[in-house]
């Protein structure tokens, strides 16, 4: 029943910039918390950054810290990220994820939120 929707991947520059869209649909629960993750070829999933619904509460991996912005639309119930300076280290297949519901099985844990559902990802791409 929680569909997740992303947009806005493809590819730039060194130094360029890109916003990832995300749509989280669920007709009996709302999310306590959104998040971006992304995996590169050959790496494992990590955590980029999240916001906490109730009181806006962001955190960023030390990797894209001033330069990755999370952010919410209530008017849209969109979820964005807005990545600037981009680095050649940040290819991946970018996703976002929103909290597990009531009852599910375990998830993944980030800054105190346990994600269990996923997008089908965005690619970003960064030529050095």
């Known amino acids: 029943q929680v569909q997740l929707a992303e947009s806005g991947g493809g590819s730039v520059q060194a130094g360029g910039s890109l916003r990832l869209s995300c749509i989280v649909s669920?007709?009996?629960?709302?999310?306590?918390?959104v998040g971006w993750f992304r995996q590169a070829p050959g790496k494992e999933r990590e955590a980029v950054a999240s916001?906490?619904?109730?009181?806006?509460?962001?955190s960023y991996a030390d990797s894209v810290k001033g330069r990755f912005t999370i952010s919410h639309d209530n008017a849209k119930n969109t979820w964005y990220l807005q990545m600037d300076s981009l680095k050649a280290e940040d290819t991946a297949m970018y996703y976002c994820?929103?909290?597990?519901?009531?009852?599910?099985?375990?998830?993944?844990?980030?800054?105190?939120?346990?994600?269990?559902?996923w997008g089908k990802g965005s690619q970003v791409t960064v030529s050095s």
């Open positions: 916001i906490k619904t109730e009181g806006g509460t962001t």
């Open positions: 669920d007709r009996l629960y709302e999310s306590e918390c």
């Open positions: 994820a929103t909290d597990r519901r009531p009852g599910d099985q375990p998830g993944v844990w980030y800054e105190g939120c346990q994600y269990g559902y």
